[in-house]
Every structure is written in structure tokens, then in C-alpha cells.
């Protein structure tokens, strides 16, 4: 089913990808407001109103990245992880992190239990762990409550004070939970490591 018109000539198989297409960055095959990938025989974007590949509005919000959280800058591309490659679309963007990922998202995945995550003894907000773990932010965003558990309390004093401080007042059950963020942060960031 083609959603705008039909298309006369050869086969979609027979016919040779568009320079769009073969292009390594592919803008004019992808909204820089929203980052929706376009058809080739679409101009403009259908959720923004602007013609695909045009620079964002000033005022619009940005897409951001669903594995490693960046936001596009204000021309609606990324810094590109390849040295061959300057600034690239969203799309692109995330097919790079198959080359170049985050973290061990297998490993942290093993670790989930429904919306939680189990670290050791503790539970807390997968989302929430895995944001800080790439991130280091333990905000989680904008529009999310800030959560209180052990594993948000040790995540918050690893980031001001590190996960081997002494802190005047410290309890057992924070150190417990520092160690155990600090051993998953470890195992979490060796993949991205190692791959690159």
C-alpha cells in the first residue's frame, strides 16, 4: 500500500537507490524537526509541515536520541562517531550506535525485572539507572519525579563524591549500594569500551 500516489517504471527491487539514499547521511530522506524518515517521493514532512532535510524551526522541540539520550543541535543533526563523517540525522545517528554502543545494554537488560531493575539486593527505576549509566545525569529527564531508593541515593553520591568516598554519616546500606552501582557501572561501560 503506497500512502502518497503511485509510482510508474521499474520495480522498486530493479531500480538503483537515489543519491539521497546512497548518500552516508541521508538528509534529504529524514525530517531534521522530528526525525521521521520520509519516503523518496516525499517533500514535505507530514507531522512538521517543513520540506524533509530543511533546518528545524527556532522554536520547535528537538528529537532526541533513544539510546545514548543527545539531543540534535539547532541545525537537526549530530556529531558523527566516524572520522570519515562530519554531522549527521537522527536516523543515522542511531544506526551508528550498532558500532558504536553505550554501554552493554544486553547485560543491563538481564538485570530488569518488568519497569525495575535489580542491582544487588536493591530496586530502582530501569529507566532511571540506565539514563544515569549513560548519562550521568540522576534526573531522569525532564517531566519525570525524581526517585528515592538506595540505588538513587548511592547514584547521586557517586556522582559528587565518587564510589570509593568516605562521607561523614555514611550507612552501611549506602555503602553497600555504592559498591553495588559502582560494580555495575564498571560491567555496563566495558562493552563501549572494548568496541571502539
Not at 539514499?21 to 523518496?40: N, S, T
Not at 526517585?147 to 562521607?167: C, L, N, Y
Given at each position: 500500500m503506497r500512502l502518497f500516489g503511485t509510482r510508474s517504471g521499474p520495480s522498486e527491487a530493479a531500480r538503483p537507490l537515489p543519491a539521497a539514499?546512497?548518500?552516508?547521511?541521508?538528509?534529504?530522506?529524514?525530517?531534521?524537526?522530528?526525525?521521521?524518515?520520509?519516503?523518496?517521493s516525499v517533500t514535505f514532512c507530514r507531522r512538521c509541515g517543513l520540506p524533509v532535510g530543511a533546518q528545524p524551526r527556532a522554536d520547535a522541540p528537538l528529537p532526541t536520541c533513544p539510546i545514548c539520550y543527545a539531543t540534535v543541535d539547532d541545525d537537526g543533526r549530530l556529531a558523527s562517531h566516524r572520522p570519515d563523517r562530519r554531522r549527521i540525522d537522527l536516523v543515522a545517528h542511531m544506526a551508528e550506535h550498532d558500532d558504536y554502543p553505550v554501554g552493554d545494554d544486553d547485560y543491563l537488560e538481564s538485570l530488569?525485572?518488568?519497569?525495575?531493575?535489580?542491582?544487588?539486593?536493591?530496586?530502582?527505576?530501569?529507566?532511571?539507572?540506565?539514563?544515569?549509566?549513560?548519562?550521568?545525569?540522576?534526573?531522569?529527564?525532564?517531566?519525570?519525579?525524581?526517585?528515592?531508593?538506595?540505588?538513587?541515593?548511592?547514584?547521586?553520591?557517586?556522582?559528587?563524591?565518587?564510589?570509593?568516598?568516605?562521607?561523614?554519616?555514611?550507612?552501611?546500606?549506602?555503602?553497600?549500594?555504592?559498591?553495588?552501582?559502582?560494580?555495575?557501572?564498571?560491567?555496563?561501560?566495558?562493552?563501549g569500551r572494548t568496541t571502539q
Open positions: 539514499a546512497a548518500a552516508p547521511q541521508g538528509d534529504r530522506l529524514v525530517c531534521l524537526q522530528c526525525g521521521m524518515v520520509a519516503g523518496e530488569r525485572a518488568g519497569d525495575l531493575i535489580r542491582i544487588d539486593r536493591w530496586q530502582a527505576p530501569f529507566d532511571l539507572v540506565r539514563r544515569y549509566l549513560v548519562t550521568g545525569a540522576i534526573d531522569g529527564g525532564r517531566r519525570r519525579s525524581y526517585q528515592h531508593s538506595a540505588i538513587v541515593t548511592a547514584m547521586s553520591q557517586i556522582k559528587r563524591w565518587g564510589p570509593d568516598a568516605e562521607i561523614f554519616g555514611d550507612q552501611a546500606e549506602w555503602r553497600a549500594a555504592r559498591h553495588a552501582v559502582g560494580v555495575l557501572m564498571e560491567r555496563y561501560h566495558r562493552v
